[in-house]
């Protein structure tokens, strides 16, 4: 089923990575709970973005982690995200529609990524990711990540601001 929120590709080899420096990190909460983006080298995780031939200059990569549920939101700068899981925590990625009057909030002070209520807001499709799962994920959708228990989460993370998440599943498909 293609969807157009989300798409799991075949689950990833063992990923050789190491985290080097910060790039960027957001507070979530209160609680002090951040996202973080690193910086990461990875031999896997080139030869994969090599792989996309001349689009290939149209992706990067980062180190992700996450220690607590993230509110529903669309990226900031990301139009799609191609998440190789690591550490998954039990959390559930959900995807949203939004009525008319729905609230948006600005969460940064660059971008277009807003924050949405979720009182606000109808799930419409949604996915639990599991150590070595890859899925596709459309940033301009509003979604959120969920978890009873907050352990850490931790991807490597492929994105693009360039292309669009059809665009995206379209060179992923011509590669096969």
Same mark, same amino acid.
């Given at each position: 089923?293609?969807?157009?929120?989300?798409?799991?590709?075949?689950?990833?080899?063992?990923?050789?990575?190491?985290?080097?420096? @910060?790039?960027?990190?957001?507070?979530?909460?209160?609680?002090?709970? @951040?996202?973080?983006?690193?910086?990461?080298?990875?031999?896997?995780?080139?030869?994969?973005?090599?792989?996309?031939?001349?689009?290939?200059?149209?992706?990067?990569?980062?180190?992700?982690?996450?220690?607590?549920?993230?509110?529903?939101?669309?990226?900031?700068?990301?139009?799609?995200?191609?998440?190789?899981?690591?550490?998954?925590?039990?959390?559930?990625?959900?995807?949203?529609?939004?009525?008319?009057?729905?609230?948006?909030?600005?969460?940064?002070?660059?971008?277009?990524?807003?924050?949405?209520?979720?009182?606000?807001?109808?799930?419409?499709?949604?996915?639990?990711?599991?150590?070595?799962?890859?899925?596709?994920?459309?940033? @301009?959708?509003?979604?959120?990540?969920?978890?009873?228990?907050?352990?850490?989460?931790?991807?490597?993370?492929?994105?693009?601001? @360039?292309?669009?998440?059809?665009?995206?599943?379209?060179?992923?498909?011509?590669?096969?």
């Amino acid at each position: 089923m293609v969807h157009s929120l989300f798409k799991k590709l075949a689950a990833a080899e063992c990923i050789d990575f190491k985290i080097l420096d @910060k790039k960027i990190e957001f507070e979530l909460d209160a609680q002090g709970h @951040k996202i973080q983006y690193s910086n990461v080298a990875s031999e896997y995780v080139d030869r994969f973005i090599a792989s996309l031939g001349e689009y290939s200059q149209h992706f990067y990569k980062s180190f992700v982690s996450i220690d607590t549920s993230v509110p529903p939101h669309t990226d900031i700068v990301d139009q799609v995200n191609i998440n190789f899981y690591i550490e998954t925590g039990d959390y559930q990625t959900t995807f949203y529609k939004s009525n008319n009057n729905s609230l948006k909030f600005t969460y940064a002070d660059h971008g277009d990524g807003h924050a949405y209520d979720i009182k606000e807001l109808e799930p419409i499709d949604s996915f639990i990711a599991y150590p070595g799962d890859v899925y596709v994920l459309n940033g @301009k959708t509003i979604h959120g990540v969920n978890s009873a228990n907050c352990l850490p989460r931790k991807f490597l993370q492929v994105s693009t601001n @360039k292309l669009e998440y059809d665009q995206v599943l379209s060179i992923l498909n011509n590669l096969c």
